[in-house]
């Protein structure tokens, strides 16, 4: 059961033009969304976060959107540039009742800029 | 450079053996995580220990074990292997327990590359 999904394994955008990277989620439960990007032989890159309680979450070029209604987020990355180029991985957590984390990744989406 | 490191950086093996990858998280950070890069599954969370106690638990199988020690350096043990637990593993740490939120955002070491043959 893929309780976070990246539906598109690759996307190519022109440098200088917006990508989105989009992720869906399943368990309603969800309060922390997160982005990391990851370059070929480097382990992952914390990019972004944001809470259930928020809508938008702004950080220089990257925004995260998030409708919970729909259990929709998205990553726009504007203007985009070459060095973007990476695998880009939506993650999802939730608190337990006892405290721990529940975390689960989607399998990531390969973002390339051309220039 | 993350802080994180991760010894060995590529490990061949024989299924059926055992093997401990090591991971030392950056300095002052008390949260280990675990994590697994199959081919086609993404980042698979495995376990998170946190100032030496194991706080969460993920997608990790009975042969597998992980500890954090009083350095805070933690190890992850992999047993019996088989030829699908040919994967990347990542290390990340952290200052607290809950991954993402403010201050606590994880960071990863280059990984260990485990092939088993």
């Known amino acids: 059961d893929q309780q976070v999904k990246q539906n598109s394994p690759s996307l190519s955008v022109q440098e200088g033009r917006i990508s989105i990277l989009n992720c869906d989620y399943t368990n309603s439960m969800f309060d922390y969304f997160l982005w990391y990007k990851k370059y070929p032989a480097e382990g992952p890159t914390f990019l972004i976060s944001?809470?259930?309680?928020?809508d938008k979450n702004e950080d220089g070029r990257f925004t995260v959107f998030l409708n919970k209604s729909a259990k929709h987020l998205s990553l726009h990355i504007v203007p985009s540039q070459p060095g973007d180029s990476a695998v880009y991985f939506c993650?999802?957590?939730?608190?337990?009742?006892?405290?721990?984390?529940?975390?689960?990744f989607g399998k990531g989406t390969k973002l390339t800029v051309n220039p | 450079d993350s802080g994180v490191t991760q010894t060995p950086k590529h490990l061949i093996t024989a299924t059926g053996q055992r093997v401990t990858l090591r991971c030392s998280p950056r300095s002052g950070d008390l949260s280990v995580y675990w994590y697994q890069q199959s081919l086609d599954q993404g980042l698979q969370f495995l376990i998170q220990?946190?100032?030496?106690?194991?706080?969460a638990k993920g997608n990790i199988l009975e042969r597998f074990s992980a500890q954090q020690f009083p350095d805070l350096h933690s190890e992850l043990n992999l047993s019996s292997l088989e030829l699908g637990d040919s994967a990347l593993y990542f290390c990340?740490?952290?200052?607290?327990?809950?991954?993402?939120?403010?201050?606590?955002?994880?960071?990863f070491g280059p990984g260990t590359r485990l092939t088993v043959l």
């Open positions: 220990y946190y100032n030496g106690e194991e706080r």
């Open positions: 993650a999802a957590s939730s608190i337990t009742q006892g405290g721990s984390e529940k975390l689960v």
């Open positions: 990340a740490s952290s200052p607290g327990l809950y991954s993402g939120r403010i201050g606590n955002e994880q960071f």
């Open positions: 944001i809470s259930s309680i928020k």
